[in-house]
Nanobody, 115 residues
């Protein structure tokens, strides 16, 4: 059974940083693409970043240059470093199996950017 658990969210001021983590189990993580998606209040799911199994990341234009996706195959984990956060980044962040974010997702972690 695929199991994804996100952590690391919280309340941060504009311009601040957070590091989200996602622990994966139940599938061949080392050969799987992974992604991060988010859902802001009252809005649909938005793809944030994706990483193919070769480890190369891609980003949505809205976060490029501010967010960094990485992974640790030995720990079956992916990470999302969020820097220079803005109020518009407030959302529940989910990691997902697959590059597009349409696969299995975890329960999410809340990120709130507010002064």
């Amino acid at each position: 059974e695929v199991h994804l658990v996100e952590s690391g969210g919280g309340l941060v001021q504009p311009g601040g940083s957070l590091r989200l983590s996602c622990s994966a189990s139940g599938f061949a993580f080392s050969t799987s693409a992974m992604s991060w998606v988010r859902q802001a209040p009252g809005k649909g799911l938005e793809w944030v970043s994706g990483m193919n199994r070769d480890g190369s990341p891609s980003y949505a234009a809205s976060v490029r240059g501010r967010f960094t996706m990485s992974r640790d195959v030995a720990k079956n984990s992916v990470y999302l470093q969020l820097d220079n956060l803005k109020a518009d980044d407030t959302a529940i962040y989910y990691c997902a199996r697959g590059f597009t974010g349409s696969g299995n997702r975890g329960q999410g972690t809340q990120v709130t950017v507010s002064s």
